[in-house]
């Protein structure tokens, strides 16, 4: 008896250990909350975990052992061959006989051997410059896939910091759209306080019913571009849909000093995309010697050793061993036209990729041009509606007070409560574009202002 309460006992210790180790992760879990995520921190998972950019990534190991392929090259390969021979045909040799009018002598020799293990092995001396041009194009294939992978996080970059404005500016229209509920809402009851003393008019009461009823969906619209903003974040941070985030940031005005003039020598020097477009030239440059080195001779030195017996035993007199060393040269004399065809395809290609890189300057140029246009745009725009807002709100304030006096109607009030809702989405939006203006001209450049050590 005394045992099975022993038992019991510990069961129930166990029972109560289990519980509580639950709590306690759950009260953890608890603690930890929402993910907070800034727009440094946005950008580290972004680099961290995105799938694009983590596949793009891959391409330099794969451009890395295409460079370890092509320096194998030059080395020489040893290779091991073992053969059983199952079943074979004897040669049957006729002897003529010594003894007149006898028929001829035949005798079946077995000149093979069942067993047989051979090694060997090869080593180029002279291809003609093959080996030499493969092994650079690797090497420039391998620079252009690093650049090709900057651009890639350029871009990244460029689509977090849209990402992570867009979810502020949602933010904002949420806040601009809750506070225009919530003018509306007091509005209606000062109206509706002003008519049960009979100092407003029953038209007055519904029309501020229907424009508070009015508002109401735009605050739902508001607050569910929200949530698809936190959505496509989520998405390009590589975050599981389910977790709770807490985006702490704002839309402020930055100023910058840039100097117009070193933006187009600037973006010259650290796009990627142009970088990789000359490295791709080099590549076909190399590509070019490759279809010339297909006329020239070729010299290697090869070799075999090879043991050889009838039974599969290892005794010390049972194998034969023989070896051989050869100096091949191969001299091509007509291969049908292929070097002449390769070297004009890849002149061909040649000439795309120029004329691909002057139009590609152009496009810099021009995207350049407009990401500046923009940003000065942008900062015109942005401190008209700072101005905008102040005049707004100033203008509601008085409306009220007109009204309140019977020197002003409904329309009045209506009209500076729309008005100042106007004045800050319109002031919301002139920052997002202006730090969108900043960070499309950090695309343009192929750095950010901070990598360029702009920013005043």
Same mark, same amino acid.
Do not use: C
């Given at each position: 008896m005394? *045992?099975?309460?022993?038992v019991s006992?510990a069961?129930f210790?166990?029972?109560?250990?289990?519980?509580?180790?639950q709590?306690?992760l759950?009260?953890?879990?608890?603690?930890k909350g929402?993910?907070v995520?800034?727009?440094e921190?946005?950008?580290r998972?972004?680099?961290?975990k995105?799938?694009f950019?983590?596949?793009?990534k891959?391409?330099?190991?794969e451009?890395?052992?295409s460079?370890r392929?092509a320096a194998?090259?030059?080395?020489p390969?040893l290779?091991m061959?073992?053969?059983?021979?199952?079943?074979e045909?004897l040669?049957?040799?006729e002897?003529?006989?010594?003894?007149?009018?006898q028929?001829a002598q035949?005798?079946?020799i077995?000149?093979?051997?069942?067993y047989q293990?051979g090694?060997?092995?090869?080593l180029?001396l002279?291809?003609?410059g093959k080996?030499? =041009?493969?092994?650079?194009? =690797?090497e420039y294939?391998? /620079?252009?896939?690093?650049?090709?992978?900057?651009?890639? /996080?350029?871009d990244?970059?460029?689509?977090?910091? /849209?990402?992570?404005?867009?979810?502020?500016l =949602?933010?904002q229209?949420?806040?601009v759209?809750?506070?225009?509920?919530?003018?509306?809402q007091?509005?209606?009851?000062?109206?509706r306080?002003l008519?049960e003393?009979?100092?407003?008019s029953r038209f %007055?009461l519904?029309?501020?019913?229907?424009?508070?009823?009015?508002?109401?969906?735009?605050?739902?619209?508001?607050?569910?571009?929200?949530?698809?903003?936190?959505v496509?974040?989520?998405?390009?941070?590589?975050?599981?849909?389910?977790?709770?985030i807490e985006?702490?940031?704002?839309?402020?005005?930055i100023?910058?000093?840039?100097?117009?003039e *070193?933006?187009l020598?600037?973006?010259?020097?650290?796009r990627?995309?142009?970088?990789?477009?000359?490295?791709?030239?080099?590549?076909?440059?190399e590509?070019?010697?490759l279809?010339?080195a297909?006329? /020239?001779?070729?010299? +290697?030195?090869?070799?075999s050793?090879?043991?050889w017996a009838?039974?599969?035993?290892?005794? !010390?007199?049972?194998?034969?061993?023989?070896?051989s060393?050869?100096?091949?040269?191969s001299l091509?004399i007509?291969?049908g036209?292929?070097?002449?065809?390769?070297a +004009?395809?890849a002149n061909?290609m040649? !000439?795309?990729?120029?004329?691909?890189?002057?139009?590609?300057?152009?496009?810099?140029?021009?995207?350049? *041009?407009?990401?500046w246009?923009?940003l000065?745009q942008?900062?015109?725009?942005l401190?008209?509606?700072?101005k905008?807002?102040?005049?707004?709100?100033?203008?509601l !304030?008085? =409306?009220?007070?007109n009204?309140?006096?019977?020197?002003?109607t409904?329309?009045d009030?209506?009209s500076?409560?729309?008005?100042?809702?106007?004045? !800050?989405?319109?002031y919301?939006?002139?920052?997002? %574009?202006y730090?969108m203006a900043?960070a499309?001209?950090?695309?343009?450049?192929g750095?950010?202002?901070?990598?360029?050590?702009v920013k005043?």
């Amino acid at each position: 008896m005394k *045992k099975h309460i022993k038992v019991s006992l510990a069961l129930f210790g166990l029972i109560f250990y289990f519980l509580g180790s639950q709590i306690a992760l759950a009260q953890s879990e608890g603690k930890k909350g929402k993910m907070v995520l800034t727009l440094e921190e946005s950008l580290r998972l972004a680099l961290e975990k995105n799938p694009f950019y983590l596949a793009n990534k891959e391409k330099i190991a794969e451009a890395i052992a295409s460079v370890r392929e092509a320096a194998s090259r030059f080395m020489p390969s040893l290779n091991m061959q073992g053969t059983h021979t199952l079943d074979e045909k004897l040669f049957v040799l006729e002897f003529p006989s010594f003894v007149p009018g006898q028929p001829a002598q035949r005798v079946s020799i077995d000149f093979t051997r069942d067993y047989q293990v051979g090694f060997s092995f090869s080593l180029p001396l002279f291809t003609g410059g093959k080996l030499v =041009a493969g092994f650079k194009q =690797a090497e420039y294939n391998l /620079r252009a896939t690093e650049q090709s992978v900057e651009q890639s /996080r350029i871009d990244t970059i460029y689509n977090v910091k /849209r990402a992570f404005y867009s979810y502020l500016l =949602a933010q904002q229209f949420v806040e601009v759209s809750q506070e225009a509920v919530n003018l509306a809402q007091k509005y209606l009851d000062n109206v509706r306080r002003l008519y049960e003393v009979g100092l407003a008019s029953r038209f %007055d009461l519904l029309r501020s019913e229907v424009q508070l009823a009015n508002l109401k969906p735009q605050l739902l619209r508001a607050q569910n571009q929200l949530e698809l903003a936190a959505v496509h974040l989520k998405q390009l941070l590589g975050i599981d849909l389910d977790t709770e985030i807490e985006v702490k940031g704002e839309l402020a005005y930055i100023p910058v000093e840039i100097n117009p003039e *070193k933006l187009l020598a600037q973006a010259l020097i650290f796009r990627p995309d142009l970088a990789q477009l000359r490295y791709q030239q080099q590549m076909v440059g190399e590509l070019l010697r490759l279809a010339r080195a297909t006329d /020239r001779p070729t010299i +290697a030195i090869g070799g075999s050793y090879n043991f050889w017996a009838n039974y599969l035993n290892f005794k !010390r007199n049972n194998w034969q061993s023989y070896y051989s060393f050869n100096l091949v040269i191969s001299l091509p004399i007509f291969n049908g036209f292929s070097g002449s065809a390769q070297a +004009a395809k890849a002149n061909a290609m040649l !000439r795309s990729l120029e004329l691909t890189e002057r139009g590609l300057i152009e496009l810099i140029k021009a995207e350049i *041009k407009q990401a500046w246009l923009n940003l000065l745009q942008a900062k015109e725009t942005l401190l008209s509606q700072e101005k905008n807002v102040e005049q707004a709100q100033e203008s509601l !304030r008085l =409306a009220e007070l007109n009204y309140n006096e019977g020197l002003a109607t409904f329309l009045d009030v209506s009209s500076a409560q729309v008005a100042l809702t106007q004045a !800050r989405t319109n002031y919301s939006q002139a920052l997002f %574009d202006y730090v969108m203006a900043l960070a499309q001209l950090e695309k343009a450049m192929g750095r950010t202002l901070d990598e360029l050590a702009v920013k005043s």
